[in-house]
Each structure stands twice: as C-alpha cells, then as structure tokens.
C-alpha cells in the first residue's frame, strides 16, 4: 500500500568463532553509503551476506515485525527501537549515519575474560512486507529470513541501522552479559 511501512528487528549473538564480524561491519560502516536508498540497500546486503557466512556461530535469536503503519509512524518507531539498543552499552565506538562516520576518541580498556559473544542487531523499516519474517528456531529459517532481508531492492528500504557489541575487539561480552542485558534473545 502507498505510504506504508514495516519495520522489522533482527538480533542475533555470534559465538567467538565470528568474531572477525565486528571489523567488516566497521568496514561497511566506513565506506557504505549512509545518505541514499541504494546506499543503504547495499548495506544491508552486505550485512545480511556477513551474517549468513557466520549462521553457524549463531547462538541467540529473536526477530520482531511491526506493520503496516504510516510512514510518519515507521520512522518514529524505527528511531525508538534504534535508540532503545544503542542505549545498551556505555560507548559508542563507530557511528554511521547520513554519510558521514565518526569513531569514538575514548580507548576501550583490555579486555580481561575471552570474547564470548558479539552482538549484530539489525533494524530495517522497507515499503513492503517481509513474507518469511517471523519467529526463530531454526538456521534453516535464519537462512530464509537474511536471504530475504538482503534482497530488499533500493526502491523497497526505507531506513537501516545495523547496531554491534563490542565493537571493538578489546572489549568483551561473556555470555552472561548477553542474557542479562538481552533476555529477549532465544536459543537457536
């Protein structure tokens, strides 16, 4: 329908053995371009592709779909939801967002436990619904979706933040921190 919108929330944790994640999408987030529809639908695919080379160390999922609303409506729910994740940690280390990247000046302290988990969440709202957007419980099903989800075409996204944590490979994130500051992920 003209003038609607969905808005759909992918979160995953990764096992250490995808820990080379957080560097290509600082990578994507450097050199993607933030400012135009193409732009934004290219990242996703390239996020969604990264994604699917690692869905063996997926450990936690959930996805959430909201629509259709307005576009007024998407928008505003897109920004709350993207807000809502970045509040979770305490620094943010790269920020992409209307072409422009910016890095955070304060150095990440070492870490002291080995990275168990990283964090990618996915927030995309698009023009038209996602048929195989649902819940997850399986790879089979993480496959269908990010295949999907990357194959939205530049005329069909709207807006896309793709939010990571740690994003700095000193950091750590053990798997106690992910349950605790993400009780929404499930077991896959």
Known sequence: MPGRAYLYKL???????????QDRLADFATQGD?????GLAT????????????????????AEARGPMSLTNAETAMNGVALAERSRFQVERVRGADGHVSRSPVAAEEAKEVLELVVVTL?????????KFGALTSEEELGRLLAELGGISPD?????????????????MTEMDVMTTYPELRSL
């Not at 933030?34 to 193409?38: D, L, P």
């Not at 990242?43 to 959930?62: F, G, H, M, N, P």
């Not at 927030?123 to 996602?130: E, G």
């Open 34 to 38: 933030t400012s135009t529809e193409a």
């Open 156 to 172: 069909g996204i709207l807006g896309l933040e793709v939010i990571w944590t740690p994003a700095d490979p000193d950091d750590s």
């Open 123 to 131: 927030v995309a709202a698009t023009r038209v619904p996602l048929e």
């Open 43 to 62: 990242l996703l695919q390239q996020t969604a592709l990264e994604i699917l080379r690692e869905k063996d160390a997926v450990r936690y999922a959930s």
């Open 11 to 21: 979160q995953l944790a990764l096992g250490r053995s995808a820990r080379g994640i």
